[in-house]
């Protein structure tokens, strides 16, 4: 079965710049959430979309922004990177209409140097 | 929502039946009990949920107390491969919220 698909599984920064992570939910899924892990911690949840619309919103930084596309794949830009943004992302994803499983991505591993 | 309590860690022997207790005695009538686990650095996969009624899946069983206050999830047949750290997690819709889990080690 298909599952959500994240790009890119690795990313290595330098302080300072910008990132863009990427996640297409599984076929027909119209909610997406992301969630970061940091070193030794439990994942938080950062901000959801629903129909290409944000419908919740954690704790996420003023300096990174979501947006769901026409596909319903939704990309993370997080600027002004800070070495506490080192985690791993997650994104899942749901059929907000009906079911009550969410769906993880692999993740991507963010390294902010 | 509701807080869960769980223990950090349990261990179990393989082949044997893994019992991971979640106490969660201020959940409200509309609030589901999930329960996920994250594989070392894995994204955490869902296991099985539920509201009033025990439920059964090809992973796992979930008994909830008639009370609703706390439940167990059972492993019948723990494997190496269920060692992971479990989250109990109760709401009534998503996102989720993660709390600090129990860390389960299977031991051949």
């Known amino acids: 079965a298909a599952g959500v698909i994240q790009s890119p599984r690795h990313l290595i920064k330098e302080k300072r710049e910008t990132a863009t992570l990427k996640c297409y939910p599984i076929?027909?899924?119209?909610?997406v959430y992301w969630y970061q892990q940091g070193p030794g911690q439990d994942p938080q949840f950062l901000i959801s979309?629903?129909?290409?619309?944000?419908?919740d919103k954690g704790s996420i930084p003023d300096r990174f922004s979501a947006q769901q596309f026409s596909d319903y794949h939704s990309e993370l830009n997080m600027s002004s990177l800070e070495l506490g943004d080192s985690a791993l992302y997650f994104c899942?994803?749901?059929?907000?209409?009906?079911?009550?499983?969410?769906?993880f991505g692999p993740g991507t591993r963010l390294t902010v140097l | 929502d509701a807080k869960t309590t769980q223990p950090p860690s349990m261990d179990c022997a393989e082949g044997r039946a893994a019992n991971l207790p979640c106490n969660h005695s201020?959940?409200?009538?509309?609030?589901?009990v999930y329960w996920y686990r994250q594989i070392h650095s894995q994204g955490p996969q869902y296991i099985i949920h539920?509201?009033?009624n025990n439920e059964t899946n090809e992973m796992a069983s979930l008994i909830i107390t008639e009370d609703r206050k706390s439940s167990t999830l059972i492993l019948p047949h723990a494997t190496l491969r269920d060692t992971a750290v479990y989250y109990c997690?109760?709401?009534?819709?998503?996102?989720?919220?993660f709390g600090k889990g129990t860390r389960l080690s299977v031991i051949a």
């Open positions: 201020t959940i409200s009538g509309n609030e589901y």
């Open positions: 899942a994803s749901s059929l907000d209409s009906g079911g009550y499983t969410q769906y």
């Open positions: 997690i109760v709401r009534v819709a998503f996102p989720l919220v």
């Open positions: 539920g509201l009033k």
């Open positions: 979309f629903y129909e290409k619309m944000q419908s």
């Open positions: 076929p027909r899924h119209d909610t």
